[in-house]
């Protein structure tokens, strides 16, 4: 990805963001998703030039694409997962935030980086890291994991209800030759699943390879297991997620009796008018919530 790039993401939720969130003037806050930086620079303007906003991306490349939209605010841009929140705090010797945010899953772009391979639309490697810094790429999964782990990763993560049809197509045919490109692994499940409507029938497969890969519900796992003990008494924390077993978690973690008083019942959504001016805004749930005494 090269980075003398502008971000095109639109930051989704944003009004309703802030508002909930509400950060204020001299506060420090997180930003665990920098992306295209949308986010990180309305909490800036908020919290001003006595407030602080550390902003971590797994992604190098979009910390570099979005360091343009913060600069001139107290904005320090960190390259780290969020299930490292902890020690990128004690590293700069805070103990607490006034507010932690998330705004999960890809940026628009990622998707579009050919190279990256997250999507079956365009050829590309069959990569699909979101730190390509790190860890095994989507090739190396669907080349080397059994048949029986392979079937748990598109039944769990992808809600595939083909799951097992797909691994044995996909073993059967890496021992001819390995996958390499996301066409060649996208044809392959297309050709043993049917399509549903206008819905692809690779979406699903490449969804859950995205987040096993990623190790996306892990990080989520590990992120919102710290946060009681990051956000101090009264601060908030607000997640953003495109899909249940990301909400699910989000709803789970501020329902702890003690430690966080919900100040959303149900999650936010985006409006007729958001999602006409930004499709990806149409599966966004926010949650937020405020910590309390325990
Ligand atoms: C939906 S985008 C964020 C968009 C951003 N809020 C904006 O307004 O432009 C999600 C970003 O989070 C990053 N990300 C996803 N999981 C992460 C994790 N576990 N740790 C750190 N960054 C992560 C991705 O690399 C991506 O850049």
Known sequence: MSTDRVPVHVSVLPAETLSLLDPKAGETWVDCTVGGGGHTRMFAERVGPNGRVIGLDQDPTMLEMARQRVAGLTVELVHANFDQLSEVLTARGID?????FADLG???DQMSEKARGLSFRDDGPLD??????TGE???????TMSEAGLADVFWEFGEER???????????????????TTADLANVVRSCVPRSGSIDPATRVFQALRIAVNDELGSLDRLLAMLPRVVKLGGRAGIISFHSLEDRRAKQAFRAVGLWQPVTKKPVEASD?????NPRA???KLRVARRIAN
Do not use: C, H, Y
């Open 128 to 133: 699909m890291r979101l730190d390509p810094t």
């Open 106 to 108: 890809f940026s628009s």
């Open 96 to 100: 607490s935030v006034d507010g932690v």
């Open 137 to 143: 790429t989507a090739a190396d999964m669907v080349n």
């Open 282 to 284: 149409r599966s966004a």
């Open 162 to 180: 083909r799951s097992r049809r797909v691994a044995q197509r996909i073993v059967a045919r890496r021992e001819e030759k390995p996958f390499a």
């Open 273 to 277: 008018e958001e999602t006409a001016r």
